[in-house]
C-alpha cells in the first residue's frame, strides 16, 4: 500500500510526540474513571461509553496509546481492538496491556485504510485519533464498513470554532484568540506554521452531517464541549479557560449505522 503524504508526515511527527503521552497513558490505564479531552471532562458528565459493552466487539481508530480502549475492556467488551500507525505509541499501549492484561489486540495500521473484515465490529471510537490526523473522507467510510448496521460511532475533536480562531504563529502555545483567523467555509486539511509537517483535518459542521449520512450514519448527538467551571486552565498552551467558557474548543460527534 502507497502510503499517502499526511500519513508519511504524520506518523513521523508522532514518533516524536510518543514520549510525552507516555505518563497520561499510564494515569489513563489505571483510572476507573474515563476522562475526555484537553479539559479532561468526566465520563460522568457527558456519557461518551456506555455503562457496559458486554457482548460488544469494539475498536479504538487512532488509538495512540490505548488509554480509550483501557476504558472499554474494562466495561466489559466482549472484544477491544487499537490500532494506531505509530510504533512508538504502540509500544506504549502494548507495555501497558502486558501489564494490565486487559485482553486488548493492538495492530499497527491506519484509519483510512482499516484491515478488518465488513461488519466485524459494534462500538467505534476515536478520540483525537483518526478523527483528526486521517481524512475523514477516508476513514468514516472504513469505520461504516467494519461496523455491523446499528453499531455506533463516537469521535471527538477540536471544534471548529476554535479551530478557525486559533492563531498561526510560531509558538504553538500561542492563546487563542476572539477574532477568527481563517475561514470557516472551506475547512478541511490543515497544516500549522509551528508544526512539524504534521496534518490535521477538520471539517464545518454541515459536510460532517453530509459525510456520515453519506456512509448511511444517522447522528444522534453533537456535543460542543467549553471548559468546566472548576477548571482553570489546561496542560495545551493555546487552551484559554476564560475563552473556552464563551466557546467551545471540542466537539463530540455520536452516530448510529443505519
Not at 84 to 100: F, I, K, S
Not at 120 to 134: H, M, N, R, T, V
Not at 169 to 184: F, G, H, K, V, W
Request: net charge negative; charged share 20%.
Amino acid at each position: 500500500m502507497r502510503l499517502k503524504e499526511h500519513q508519511i508526515a504524520n506518523r513521523a511527527a508522532w514518533q516524536k510526540f510518543a514520549a510525552r503521552y507516555v505518563e497520561p497513558a499510564e494515569e489513563g490505564w489505571t483510572s476507573g474513571h474515563p476522562h475526555w479531552g484537553i479539559w479532561r471532562i468526566p465520563e460522568s458528565e457527558i456519557g461518551l461509553l456506555p455503562d457496559s459493552l458486554a457482548e460488544q466487539r469494539c475498536i479504538e481508530i487512532g488509538c495512540g496509546a490505548g488509554y480509550v480502549s483501557s476504558w472499554m475492556a474494562r466495561r466489559d467488551a466482549k472484544s477491544v481492538v487499537g490500532i494506531d500507525p505509530t510504533p512508538n505509541q504502540l509500544a506504549t499501549a502494548r507495555r501497558l496491556e502486558a501489564q494490565h492484561q486487559l485482553g486488548i489486540n493492538f495492530v499497527e495500521g491506519f484509519g483510512e485504510t482499516l484491515p478488518f473484515a465488513d461488519g466485524c465490529f459494534d462500538f467505534a471510537i476515536s478520540e483525537y485519533g483518526a478523527s483528526l490526523w486521517a481524512d475523514p473522507y477516508q476513514w468514516v467510510p472504513e469505520a461504516a464498513r467494519v461496523l455491523r448496521p446499528g453499531g455506533n460511532l463516537v469521535f471527538m475533536t477540536n471544534h471548529a470554532f476554535a479551530i478557525c480562531c486559533l492563531p498561526d504563529e510560531e509558538d504553538e502555545n500561542a492563546p487563542i484568540s476572539q477574532q477568527l483567523q481563517r475561514p470557516y467555509l472551506g475547512l478541511y486539511q490543515n497544516e500549522w506554521e509551528f508544526s512539524s509537517n504534521e496534518v490535521e483535518f477538520h471539517l464545518p459542521h454541515g459536510e460532517w452531517i453530509a459525510l456520515l449520512r453519506a456512509n448511511h450514519f444517522t447522528v444522534e448527538r453533537l456535543l460542543e464541549l467549553g471548559s468546566p467551571t472548576a477548571v482553570s486552565g489546561s496542560s495545551y498552551g493555546w487552551a484559554d479557560a476564560s475563552w473556552a467558557a464563551q466557546w467551545p474548543t471540542e466537539e463530540v460527534w455520536c452516530a448510529r449505522r443505519l
